[in-house]
């Protein structure tokens, strides 16, 4: 824990704690060189020893610190100071929205599916970047005094690999809004925020959590096997687009649910105005069956067929390239032509003929003779 007054990195001042989560301590403090309050956010002890997660905490960070839009929490700065690890980001005065899920118990539709609109309109920003936060929640959710929702903590939660959760556990309230493939370790991607954002949607119009247990390890395995109690059972106030979104958003297999955070933000919006529309599309992917196929029963065999299948290759040639098959030709016709002409001329032409030069084949007589 760092202490009221301790400057870090020579430019931030701390000013006191304002909050703590599974993987780091938040706090004020002045920036002196823009002279500005921002928000610090050190890594907690444990996670410091990790070498390879230091090292991931730090690119993703400075991957996220691109990212600048309305509905996100800016990060300024990324670093360490004599091994306190450190993000600086814009600091909201506000309440996070599990603090307002807390306070009101449940939200109404309205206020639900504004929250759910700026979220999704952060995390396709995000996404567009090719950024996936993995850790979608209440808590990572700020709602400031002004009314503005604000998604932080982006890039952090794809340095946390699944050993370091076990590992340390402060983590584990994630466990309620994991994705199932999040929750059993394998590939996450923009559809897992899609997942979690759902979770999110539901608690705000229920007041609880789709899946809940003792253990972590439990809460995981309701979320892979167990199909969820629809929101509008848990909330008949609920209208039926707003169910339809969130149920589509739950469901189990990735590729059922919205492919993205802008069509999803596309179906809310909508909702709005038609919260009673029954335009949700929860048509499921369904693969083409296997199909029996009659056996081609093939009767030319042997050398006959061989020869036709020759000759039937050439045909489907021909068949294929008719403009090279008639240029082909004609080049042919010209050429036997030319060859028939030359053949009648040559016939018709009178030849040279050698004739002996008799005059060296006589000899004159010896004068003996």
């Known amino acids: 824990m760092l202490k009221t007054g301790m400057i870090i990195a020579e430019r931030y001042e701390i000013l006191g704690k304002i909050g703590t989560g599974g993987m780091a301590d938040v706090y004020k403090a002045m920036d002196h060189k823009l002279n500005r309050f921002v928000a610090v956010k050190v890594l907690k002890p444990e996670f410091r020893e990790d070498a390879t997660f230091v090292k991931k905490f730090r690119s993703e960070a400075q991957a996220a610190a691109g990212l600048t839009h309305p509905n996100i929490v800016n990060v300024f700065d990324v670093g360490d100071d004599e091994g306190v690890y450190y993000i600086v980001m814009e600091l909201i005065e506000g309440i996070t929205l599990k603090e307002y899920i807390s306070k009101k118990g449940k939200l109404s539709v309205k206020e639900a599916t504004s929250i759910a609109i700026q979220v999704s309109m952060g995390l396709e920003a995000a996404h567009s970047h090719g950024i996936v936060h993995r850790d979608v929640k209440p808590q990572n959710i700020i709602i400031s005094t002004d009314g503005k929702v604000k998604?932080?903590?982006?890039?952090?939660?794809?340095?946390?690999?699944?050993?370091?959760?076990?590992?340390?556990?402060?983590?584990?309230?994630?466990?309620?809004?994991?994705?199932?493939?999040?929750?059993?370790?394998?590939?996450?991607?923009?559809?897992?925020?899609?997942?979690?954002?759902?979770?999110?949607?539901?608690?705000?119009l229920t007041g609880r959590v789709p899946f809940d247990a003792d253990t972590p390890v439990s809460v995981a395995l309701k979320h892979m096997q167990e199909e969820p109690i629809a929101a509008i059972v848990a909330n008949p106030n609920i209208p039926i687009a707003v169910n339809d979104i969130i149920m589509k958003s739950l469901k189990k297999d990735p590729n059922l649910r919205y492919q993205s955070a802008t069509a999803m933000l596309i179906d809310l919006k909508r909702a709005l105005k038609e919260p009673q529309g029954n335009f949700v599309d929860n048509n499921e992917y369904v693969d083409a069956p296997t199909q029996r196929i009659s056996t081609i029963q093939d009767d030319n065999r042997g050398p006959k067929a061989t020869a036709k299948k020759k000759e039937n290759k050439f045909v489907a040639f021909v068949k294929k390239h008719k403009v090279l098959s008639t240029i082909v030709g004609l080049i042919l016709l010209f050429v036997l032509s030319l060859g028939t002409t030359l053949g009648i001329a040559n016939a018709t032409r009178t030849k040279d003929v050698a004739i002996p030069n008799f005059c060296l084949l006589y000899t004159s007589p010896s004068p003996r003779d």
């Open 151 to 204: 998604v932080t903590d982006f890039g952090i939660a794809k340095a946390v690999s699944n050993s370091t959760i076990t590992a340390f556990g402060t983590t584990i309230g994630s466990v309620h809004y994991f994705s199932p493939e999040h929750a059993r370790g394998g590939f996450t991607d923009e559809k897992s925020d899609i997942y979690s954002l759902g979770v999110v949607m539901y608690e705000m």
